[in-house]
């Protein structure tokens, strides 16, 4: 009896130790400081106070899915402040289950629900790190810019960001390798998850049969077959929400008939690509309204200036990094460049359905979902700086480009911190943010 248990003891602390060390620890200790950070704004002293007091805007709709069940009265504007078919069933199907297994009022469950799936993005975060075996260093830096990202704050308030994010990451990490019914489960149960929480997920659903365009991998029957299963339990989530529309109040569009009641127009899908999307950057009364330091702090509207400035600057950043990617896998220098296509795909998806359903309305949430993009493309550019060999860059230039990166992280870090200050302040005072 003696050697299986100190068998055992050896086998927990050699996995259950790093596992704790490395990965359950970050992760709730930047989890806590999220936390941290946003109670040093609130003018209450405990944490039930400090949360209950920032419900505000989408928060009061999942609170009201969350404790009366989904309605819907009719299409007039008065009807619609009684409907809620507007959003997704994930995160008040969560919050109520968290609420009832913790035994506390819902409006504290919203909280407690986004902090923990908060939690869990960061586990899988760190999870990816390990698994492609990356520095400390660079884990730190990836973890930072994230951290700090301007909206990150939603993460941890009465918002689906955290769900949505977990969610996601959870299915991208286990359907990697659907090399057994286990994964297999896991990436479907995640891909449910996250298509429940956002109709976002039901395009992201198909990312998996990327997979199978891998060489490295045998694209068999049953590798077709695990990945078909995947991406069918992944799409149940959001068209079981149409289904459930359609059974109950006989409309499967509901959602998007009752989204059309938040904007003068239906999305615009070539927004992105038109002159009026960017004409305001070419206004001084935009630039002095945004670098007004009374506006930022006053002004409601500051928020929508500040949301459409984050449309060029994600595209930007889009274009940049793939292709920066594009060309290292160009030259032979990049390695293993399929395992991030689908990371490449999803942060574009993202940003252009929110950029084509915002642009009726001015961008004026765009802070926000352009926060999946940025976590999930740092990712990428963490695999890609991972596995691409930089020896092609000239010696002498190695040094300069060293000391640029540096700066430029540096000054992303500082204004990235200051929006996030800023704009978790004005939450707080419950001011337009996104």
């Known amino acids: 009896m003696s050697f299986p248990l100190s068998h055992l003891l050896q086998r927990g602390r050699q996995y259950l130790a790093p596992f704790l060390g490395q990965i359950l620890l970050p992760s709730l200790a930047l989890t806590v400081l999220q936390i941290f950070m946003i109670s040093l704004w609130s003018e209450e002293s405990d944490y ?27 299409f007039d504007k008065i009807a619609y402040e009684q409907s809620n ?55 730190i830096l990836a973890s930072l810019i994230i951290f ?18 977990a969610s996601l990451l959870g299915f991208f990490y286990w359907s990697v390798y659907l090399d057994s019914p286990r994964r297999m489960l896991l990436a479907g149960i995640h891909g449910l998850a996250m298509s429940a929480t956002r109709i976002l997920g039901l395009p992201l659903a198909l990312i998996p049969f990327l997979n199978l365009l891998n060489p490295v991998k045998r694209a068999g029957f049953r590798c077709w077959f695990w990945t078909g299963i995947v991406v069918s339990l992944a799409l149940l989530g959001g068209l079981g929400f149409f289904l459930y529309c359609q059974l109950r109040f006989g409309r499967w569009d509901l959602y998007m008939e009752m989204q059309s009641y938040l904007g003068p127009s239906s999305p615009n899908y070539l927004a992105i690509l038109q002159a009026h999307t960017y ?5 001084p009364g935009y630039w002095q309204s945004l670098f007004s330091s009374s506006a930022a702090l006053r002004d409601g509207g500051w928020g929508i200036s500040a949301s459409q400035l984050f449309v060029p600057l994600t595209l930007g950043s889009l274009l940049v990094t793939d292709l920066m990617d594009a060309a290292g896998v160009m030259v032979g220098k990049s390695q293993c460049w399929r395992e991030r296509l689908g990371f490449h795909l999803a942060a574009w998806a993202m940003f252009y359905i929110a950029a084509a359903a915002m642009s009726s309305l001015g961008q004026r949430s765009m802070s926000r979902y352009c926060l999946p993009v940025h976590i999930v ?22 040094p300069y480009l060293g000391v640029a990166l540096k700066l430029g992280y540096g000054l992303l870090a500082f204004i990235f911190f200051a929006l996030n200050q800023i704009l978790t302040w004005r939450y707080a005072q419950h001011l337009w943010v996104a």
Not at 148 to 165: A, D, N
Not at 279 to 283: A, C, I, K, N
């Open 48 to 74: 039930v106070s400090i949360f209950k007091g920032l419900t505000q805007w989408d928060s009061h709709w999942y609170l009201g899915i969350t404790r009366r069940g989904y309605q819907f009265v009719g």
């Open 85 to 139: 078919v507007a959003f997704f069933p994930g995160y008040p199907l969560a919050v109520a289950g968290i609420s009832r297994l913790l035994r506390v009022d819902p409006e504290l469950g919203l909280y407690l629900t986004a902090q923990l799936f908060c939690w869990l993005m960061w586990v899988y975060l760190f999870l990816f790190y390990r698994r492609w075996q990356v520095s400390p260093l660079w884990q």
């Open 148 to 165: 700090i990202y301007p909206t990150s704050f939603y993460l941890c308030v009465g918002y689906s960001e955290s769900l949505f994010m």
């Open 279 to 283: 004409t305001h950057l070419f206004s």
């Open 377 to 398: 493309q740092v990712l990428a550019l963490v695999h890609w700086a991972k596995h691409t060999d930089f020896s092609f860059i000239p010696q002498r230039m190695r």
